[in-house]
DNA sequence: GCCAACGTTGGC
DNA sequence: GCCAACGTTGGC
């Protein structure tokens, strides 16, 4: 009898800027599809990478102070952006046909609010946290991998337990 | 609001 | 395939 394991769940951060959708727009949706990434690097890690149930710390970009305001799940794996074929939104994207779909996202699920925003001052005066992919001097990639390490101990800095995020 | 860093576009 | 110009991101 073959008995496989199932993959471990993998940890991500994405960002948003909270003055177009915050933790608290997407704890009253309860889930959300991720639309408008335009970056390829970012499309190839939802797309290849991203599985549901694979956690996400909820980035507020853009915003002072910016930093992790909370978690979400991945709930829908990789789909076609619906955003890029609809003329009416600054996603739309007139080169994508739904025939050939150039952009793809994720959905998300709320999963909770950390209990106070963990800021990006915060993580860039952490050490252990130096090779996060969010304190590197101009890093734009809006989705990215969190290291199972930096992962917990972001929780830890909150008083957040791992069985519970 | 500024501007450095970055990604994309397009001329050649 | 190079790279200058341009548009965007996002911290400050």
């Known amino acids: 009898m073959t008995q496989s394991t ?16 915050s933790i608290d727009d997407l704890a009253r949706a309860q889930r959300s599809t991720w639309d408008g990434v335009r970056n390829y690097q970012a499309r190839n890690l939802m797309r290849d990478a991203m599985r549901a149930g694979d956690r996400v710390f909820i980035y507020h970009s853009n915003t002072d102070p910016a930093g992790i305001a909370g978690i979400g799940e991945v709930v829908a794996e990789a789909h076609a952006d619906p955003s890029q074929f609809d003329k009416m939104s600054p996603y739309f994207d007139p080169k994508s046909t739904p025939g050939a779909p150039r952009w793809q996202c994720v959905d998300v699920g709320y999963v909770r609010h950390l209990p106070r925003l963990v800021t990006l001052a915060e ?37 957040v337990g791992v069985e519970d995020a």
């Open 123 to 159: 993580l860039k005066a952490e050490p252990r946290l130096c090779d996060m992919v969010v304190v590197q001097r101009g890093s734009r990639l809006s989705v990215q991998p969190v290291t199972p390490e930096a992962w917990r101990l972001v929780l830890a800095m909150v008083g």
């Open 6 to 21: 199932p993959p471990a769940r993998r940890h991500w951060l994405m960002k948003t800027e909270p003055t177009a959708f």
